[in-house]
């Protein structure tokens, strides 16, 4: 028996440290690293059987070519590695010699690693001189709000949330996403703090902290502005602090003092009450730490709500505390050596168009007569880490998209997909138990490293050995497409973290970076004043407001309306996105098939009882699926739990059936929880 170190390939955001244990060259059981300060010995549900994903029956293991129609019907045959390449290599060329931007990579966070993600890949794409994919459908407003608030995703060290005395978890079910902060959570709930979770839903989070605040989605600005209010109204702000370190304060209380405790009320569906002892609890705890996670970035107004909640640490000066402060992401820790990793140095024509990942079912529409620089006609698409057709907003559009006849599409996958059933060929990829990879977190401050503890299965091959074949096949013939993985593994940080000795890094499995215990305590920040900036000057200069503000979301709750029911499509807990949705080991008894949660209130109004089969819908689509009747959603919301995949849809669609395109408010993010539709009850159960 051996013991295989590796990390998760998923950031969500706890990037665990893993131990595989491999007998006779087959992978027995992963279990986390209990060396690993982080991880302590302690998996999901979802990685601790990552086995079953590695070694599922409907593992894709050889390359495969579509014989017939595009679809969830599509039927492939068995090809070899090298007519797949050579057949690749040749539709890439025919097209490139016309206009290379009519050739588009798609990806994402299929997995997180920095050699498997993007290195290999973006040299090829860079040489080719593609389009380039706009990577937004996670974080792009949060990162954004960050960056002109703070001037760069960086907050407190997760470990320092133990400590503090009172913790508002703001739209985050840590206990399914972020297990291990819980972990730093209970124990200062041990000690005495007490926790507040706000979220829509009564989450597995919400049900386990002290206080539960069920906001009405997309109003976080709102009830932020009356807590500034209350903190002024108390005293409680930092006058010290505000006038050193921060820029703007005036001008953000101004506007915060428009924002009573009724006005909130009334938008965020809150208490007065609940919103006035919210406050207190804010004004009168130290150290006071707000955790809180991208669901919140996910409206029209998605970037301005991050700005305004990590505004609050700053007017009570709460950074001076280590256990004092915020964290939505520590990013920004990370120095990885872009340049190297992906040479963009290696398109040497004029710079390509842009396609925006969370609008690729527009993109994917845009007819060859309408090509221009800003609009490219799409003819070619090589998606790897990820599952457009499933994942993406308004995935009939995007469906329709992939199902154009003029359309080549290459898949890289482990299994087959809504997407898969798209492409033109499929080619096998490796788990992460099969390949090199180094990897950060936004959650934690920790390198790690992933050392391939089998062999790959099958025919699988690693993405960064199928973009390097290609790039032989197209002649690219640039000493970096030689690259091996070990030696990409170390190009990530070899320059940007000299102190960090690789060797150690094998053996031992990570790196903690050396990060100050409350690094905006003397301010410091990363703006370009180098204050907290309540006011932002770049966000004037590009014509938007400088400071933060409520902006409505597109689909607002309204009883009257059409569509009366606002929808929030949050990770069902045994989900990560699509990625775990096929794999049996790991469903539960209200897992097994689709649905949405429902107030009971809301479900009577329209004849629906436990289990009843309905219709979601609205003018974008239709879905139908299973209800649960439930106190955890608030009246006027439903909760759609994903991302399940279309084909597995009772009427071959998917939550993303009725989510829009239209983006947030700056960082050109998705808007999948700013959403209106109906419920109606179907004739069968």
Known sequence: MQQIIGACPHDCPDTCSILTEVEGGRAIKVRGNPAHPQTA?????????YTNRTYASDRLLQPLKRIGPKGPNAKFESVSWEQAISDIAEKLKAISRVDPTHILPYSYAGT??????????????????????????CSSAGTQALNYSMGGKVGMKVEQFANSKLIIIWGSNSITSNLHFWRYANQAKANGAKLICIDPRRTETAEKCDVHLSIVPGTDAALVFAIIRELV?????DLDYLEKYTLGWDLLKERAMQWTLDKASKVCGLTELEISNLAHDYATTKPAAIRLNYGIQRSKGG????????????????????AGGALLANSGRFPTDIQTLQRPDLLTGPTPPTVNMSTIGQALHV??????????????????????????????KVASGFARSDLFTVVLEHFQTDTADY????????????????HSSYGHTDVLINKPAISPVGQCKPNTQIFRELAQALGFDDPCFKDDDQALCRQAFEKTLPRMSFETLLNKGYYELDVPDAPYASGNFGTPSKRFEFYSERLAELGLDPLPTYIPNYEPANPGAKYPLAMISPPARNFLNSSFVNVDAIHTSTSKSPYIEIHPKDAKERGVEMDSMVEVFNERGSYHCKVEITQRTRPGLIVGLGIWWR???????????LTSQELTDFGNGPTFYDCSVQVRLLNSK
């Open 303 to 322: 970037g301005n709500a991050v700005r305004a909640i990590v505004s609050l640490p700053a007017i009570i000066g709460a950074w001076r505390s280590p």
């Open 647 to 657: 084909k597995q849809g009772l009427n071959g669609t998917n939550i993303n059936e």
């Open 423 to 438: 492409a033109d060929y499929v080619l096998p990829a490796t788990t992460q138990l099969e390949h090199w990879d180094i």
């Open 233 to 237: 109204l108390k005293n409680a702000v």
């Open 367 to 396: 007819k060859s007569h309408q090509h221009s620089h800003s609009t490219p006609h799409i003819k070619a698409v090589i998606v790897y880490n990820s599952n457009p057709v499933a994942v993406a907003p308004d995935s009939s």
């Open 41 to 49: 010995g302690v998996l999901c549900n979802k990685v601790s059987k």
């Open 112 to 137: 997180m690693g920095k050699v498997q993600g993007e290195s290999i890949s973006s040299r090829f794409f860079n040489k080719l001189g593609a389009t380039q994919l706009e990577r937004t459908i």
